[in-house]
Protein backbone atom coordinates (compact mmCIF):
# COMPACT_ATOMS: atom_id res chain seq x y z
CA UNK A 1 0.00 0.00 0.00
CA UNK A 2 1.12 3.60 -0.93
CA UNK A 3 2.28 5.63 2.85
CA UNK A 4 -0.16 7.56 4.46
CA UNK A 5 0.03 11.50 4.10
CA UNK A 6 2.57 12.88 6.89
CA UNK A 7 0.01 15.80 7.23
CA UNK A 8 -2.56 13.56 8.14
CA UNK A 9 -2.77 13.16 12.18
CA UNK A 10 -2.19 10.44 14.38
CA UNK A 11 -4.96 9.94 15.86
CA UNK A 12 -6.28 9.64 11.84
CA UNK A 13 -3.83 7.10 11.17
CA UNK A 14 -4.80 4.80 13.60
CA UNK A 15 -7.76 4.34 12.39
CA UNK A 16 -6.93 4.12 8.74
CA UNK A 17 -4.21 1.23 9.93
CA UNK A 18 -7.22 -0.46 12.34
CA UNK A 19 -9.59 -0.13 9.66
CA UNK A 20 -7.23 -1.71 6.79
CA UNK A 21 -6.08 -4.27 8.90
CA UNK A 22 -9.59 -5.68 9.12
CA UNK A 23 -10.12 -5.14 5.99
CA UNK A 24 -7.56 -7.60 4.90
CA UNK A 25 -8.92 -10.33 7.81
CA UNK A 26 -11.56 -10.37 5.84
CA UNK A 27 -9.96 -10.65 2.80
CA UNK A 28 -8.24 -13.71 4.04
CA UNK A 29 -11.66 -15.07 5.69
CA UNK A 30 -14.32 -14.07 3.29
CA UNK A 31 -12.05 -14.56 -0.08
CA UNK A 32 -11.74 -18.48 1.08
CA UNK A 33 -12.57 -19.82 -2.53
CA UNK A 34 -11.27 -16.81 -4.67
CA UNK A 35 -7.82 -17.18 -6.73
CA UNK A 36 -5.93 -14.72 -4.91
CA UNK A 37 -2.78 -12.63 -4.11
CA UNK A 38 -2.40 -10.89 -0.78
CA UNK A 39 -2.83 -8.14 0.41
CA UNK A 40 -6.28 -8.36 -0.56
CA UNK A 41 -8.78 -5.95 0.97
CA UNK A 42 -12.67 -7.12 1.62
CA UNK A 43 -15.12 -3.77 3.20
CA UNK A 44 -18.11 -4.67 5.41
CA UNK A 45 -21.65 -6.35 4.28
CA UNK A 46 -19.89 -7.31 0.80
CA UNK A 47 -21.41 -9.82 -0.95
CA UNK A 48 -19.38 -12.28 -3.38
CA UNK A 49 -20.95 -15.05 -4.96
CA UNK A 50 -19.13 -17.85 -7.07
CA UNK A 51 -15.53 -17.50 -6.03
CA UNK A 52 -14.13 -19.95 -7.86
CA UNK A 53 -15.00 -17.93 -10.96
CA UNK A 54 -13.15 -15.10 -9.40
CA UNK A 55 -9.36 -14.34 -9.88
CA UNK A 56 -8.14 -11.02 -8.00
CA UNK A 57 -4.30 -9.47 -7.91
CA UNK A 58 -2.30 -7.78 -5.45
CA UNK A 59 -3.68 -4.89 -3.23
CA UNK A 60 -7.15 -5.54 -5.10
CA UNK A 61 -10.10 -4.06 -2.97
CA UNK A 62 -13.95 -4.68 -2.71
CA UNK A 63 -15.21 -1.64 -0.59
CA UNK A 64 -18.03 -2.48 1.64
CA UNK A 65 -21.47 -2.85 0.53
CA UNK A 66 -20.33 -4.00 -3.35
CA UNK A 67 -21.60 -6.95 -4.79
CA UNK A 68 -19.30 -9.27 -6.75
CA UNK A 69 -21.25 -12.54 -8.52
CA UNK A 70 -19.20 -15.12 -10.36
CA UNK A 71 -21.40 -16.95 -12.07
CA UNK A 72 -19.79 -16.76 -15.98
CA UNK A 73 -18.42 -18.34 -18.83
CA UNK A 74 -14.96 -16.75 -18.67
CA UNK A 75 -14.82 -16.01 -15.09
CA UNK A 76 -14.20 -12.27 -13.47
CA UNK A 77 -10.56 -11.62 -13.76
CA UNK A 78 -9.01 -7.95 -11.34
CA UNK A 79 -5.00 -6.88 -11.70
CA UNK A 80 -2.77 -5.48 -9.37
CA UNK A 81 -4.07 -2.12 -7.30
CA UNK A 82 -7.92 -2.89 -8.57
CA UNK A 83 -10.35 -0.94 -6.57
CA UNK A 84 -14.12 -1.93 -6.72
CA UNK A 85 -16.20 1.08 -5.13
CA UNK A 86 -19.03 0.92 -2.51
CA UNK A 87 -22.27 0.13 -3.71
CA UNK A 88 -21.16 -0.52 -7.22
CA UNK A 89 -22.17 -4.33 -9.00
CA UNK A 90 -20.51 -6.61 -11.07
CA UNK A 91 -23.25 -8.84 -12.86
CA UNK A 92 -22.37 -11.26 -15.48
CA UNK A 93 -25.78 -13.66 -14.56
CA UNK A 94 -29.15 -13.22 -12.87
CA UNK A 95 -28.79 -14.25 -9.20
CA UNK A 96 -30.21 -17.53 -9.98
CA UNK A 97 -28.48 -18.56 -13.02
CA UNK A 98 -31.81 -18.84 -15.53
CA UNK A 99 -31.63 -18.26 -18.95
CA UNK A 100 -27.56 -16.88 -20.61
CA UNK A 101 -24.92 -17.53 -18.82
CA UNK A 102 -22.96 -14.36 -19.18
CA UNK A 103 -19.57 -14.13 -20.50
CA UNK A 104 -17.56 -12.12 -17.76
CA UNK A 105 -15.31 -9.03 -16.99
CA UNK A 106 -11.39 -8.64 -17.03
CA UNK A 107 -9.45 -5.47 -15.67
CA UNK A 108 -6.33 -4.19 -16.17
CA UNK A 109 -3.93 -3.37 -13.19
CA UNK A 110 -4.34 0.28 -10.86
CA UNK A 111 -7.85 0.46 -12.80
CA UNK A 112 -10.58 1.40 -10.33
CA UNK A 113 -14.67 1.55 -10.59
CA UNK A 114 -15.94 4.17 -8.52
CA UNK A 115 -19.32 3.97 -5.87
CA UNK A 116 -22.27 2.89 -7.27
CA UNK A 117 -21.12 1.46 -10.48
CA UNK A 118 -22.88 -1.02 -12.45
CA UNK A 119 -20.80 -3.60 -14.90
CA UNK A 120 -24.01 -5.54 -16.83
CA UNK A 121 -20.88 -8.38 -18.32
CA UNK A 122 -23.16 -10.76 -19.85
CA UNK A 123 -20.85 -9.80 -22.66
CA UNK A 124 -17.44 -9.71 -22.78
CA UNK A 125 -16.18 -6.18 -21.10
CA UNK A 126 -12.32 -5.44 -20.95
CA UNK A 127 -11.13 -2.62 -18.97
CA UNK A 128 -7.75 -1.93 -19.32
CA UNK A 129 -4.83 -0.63 -17.42
CA UNK A 130 -4.81 2.59 -15.52
CA UNK A 131 -8.73 3.25 -16.09
CA UNK A 132 -10.51 5.21 -13.92
CA UNK A 133 -14.42 4.98 -14.06
CA UNK A 134 -15.95 7.25 -11.87
CA UNK A 135 -19.41 7.03 -9.67
CA UNK A 136 -22.40 5.87 -11.35
CA UNK A 137 -21.09 5.01 -14.21
CA UNK A 138 -22.95 1.54 -16.04
CA UNK A 139 -21.93 -1.04 -18.65
CA UNK A 140 -24.36 -2.69 -20.16
CA UNK A 141 -22.58 -5.55 -22.63
CA UNK A 142 -26.30 -6.97 -23.85
CA UNK A 143 -29.19 -5.93 -26.32
CA UNK A 144 -32.45 -7.16 -26.19
CA UNK A 145 -33.72 -8.45 -29.45
CA UNK A 146 -36.99 -6.87 -30.36
CA UNK A 147 -37.77 -7.61 -34.12
CA UNK A 148 -40.61 -9.36 -33.71
CA UNK A 149 -43.26 -7.89 -32.69
CA UNK A 150 -45.98 -10.70 -32.58
CA UNK A 151 -43.64 -12.02 -29.43
CA UNK A 152 -43.14 -10.20 -26.67
CA UNK A 153 -39.35 -8.70 -26.10
CA UNK A 154 -38.65 -10.14 -23.37
CA UNK A 155 -39.10 -14.07 -24.93
CA UNK A 156 -36.52 -12.79 -27.80
CA UNK A 157 -33.18 -13.34 -26.05
CA UNK A 158 -30.22 -10.73 -26.15
CA UNK A 159 -27.40 -10.26 -28.43
CA UNK A 160 -23.71 -9.15 -26.83
CA UNK A 161 -21.11 -7.89 -28.97
CA UNK A 162 -18.97 -6.77 -26.03
CA UNK A 163 -17.48 -3.43 -24.61
CA UNK A 164 -13.46 -2.24 -24.43
CA UNK A 165 -12.16 0.30 -22.79
CA UNK A 166 -8.51 0.62 -23.69
CA UNK A 167 -5.76 1.43 -21.22
CA UNK A 168 -5.15 5.33 -19.45
CA UNK A 169 -8.83 6.46 -19.88
CA UNK A 170 -10.97 8.63 -17.16
CA UNK A 171 -14.67 7.90 -17.87
CA UNK A 172 -16.45 10.40 -15.96
CA UNK A 173 -19.48 10.60 -13.34
CA UNK A 174 -22.80 8.91 -14.57
CA UNK A 175 -21.71 7.38 -17.80
CA UNK A 176 -23.64 5.42 -19.81
CA UNK A 177 -21.62 2.92 -22.31
CA UNK A 178 -24.06 0.19 -23.78
CA UNK A 179 -22.80 -2.78 -26.05
CA UNK A 180 -20.46 -3.14 -29.11
CA UNK A 181 -18.56 0.18 -27.54
CA UNK A 182 -14.51 0.65 -27.90
CA UNK A 183 -13.21 3.22 -25.99
CA UNK A 184 -9.67 4.09 -27.62
CA UNK A 185 -6.76 4.32 -25.00
CA UNK A 186 -6.52 8.06 -23.69
CA UNK A 187 -9.36 8.99 -23.87
CA UNK A 188 -11.60 11.32 -21.71
CA UNK A 189 -15.60 11.06 -21.41
CA UNK A 190 -17.32 13.86 -19.48
CA UNK A 191 -19.93 13.50 -16.69
CA UNK A 192 -23.26 12.39 -17.89
CA UNK A 193 -22.38 11.23 -21.38
CA UNK A 194 -24.31 8.19 -23.35
CA UNK A 195 -21.42 6.32 -25.29
CA UNK A 196 -23.56 4.31 -28.17
CA UNK A 197 -20.76 4.02 -30.58
CA UNK A 198 -16.69 3.53 -30.94
CA UNK A 199 -14.68 6.35 -29.61
CA UNK A 200 -11.00 6.97 -31.03
CA UNK A 201 -7.66 6.76 -29.15
CA UNK A 202 -6.89 10.36 -26.86
CA UNK A 203 -10.86 11.72 -27.82
CA UNK A 204 -12.52 13.94 -25.46
CA UNK A 205 -15.78 13.61 -25.53
CA UNK A 206 -18.48 16.17 -23.30
CA UNK A 207 -21.73 15.57 -24.79
CA UNK A 208 -24.22 12.90 -24.57
CA UNK A 209 -24.42 12.59 -28.38
CA UNK A 210 -21.42 11.24 -28.77
CA UNK A 211 -19.43 13.97 -29.72
CA UNK A 212 -15.73 14.56 -29.58
CA UNK A 213 -15.20 17.73 -28.57
CA UNK A 214 -11.04 17.35 -29.42
CA UNK A 215 -8.14 15.26 -29.79
CA UNK A 216 -5.86 15.57 -26.53
CA UNK A 217 -2.94 15.62 -29.40
Known amino acids: MPSINEKVKKKDKAYIYVSTGIKILRGIFKGIGIKKKYPFFIGKHVE ?45 SSYYGVGNIGYGLKMGNNSSIGPFGFVGCSGKIEIGDNVMIGPRVSLFAENHNFGDVDSSIKSQGVNNKGIVIEDDCWIGSGVIILDGVTIGHGSIIGAGTLVTKDIPPQSVVLDKRNKVIKSRN
Open 48 to 92: ITHRSHIVVGKNVKFESYSEIHGLCRKGLQFGNNVTIGRFATIRP
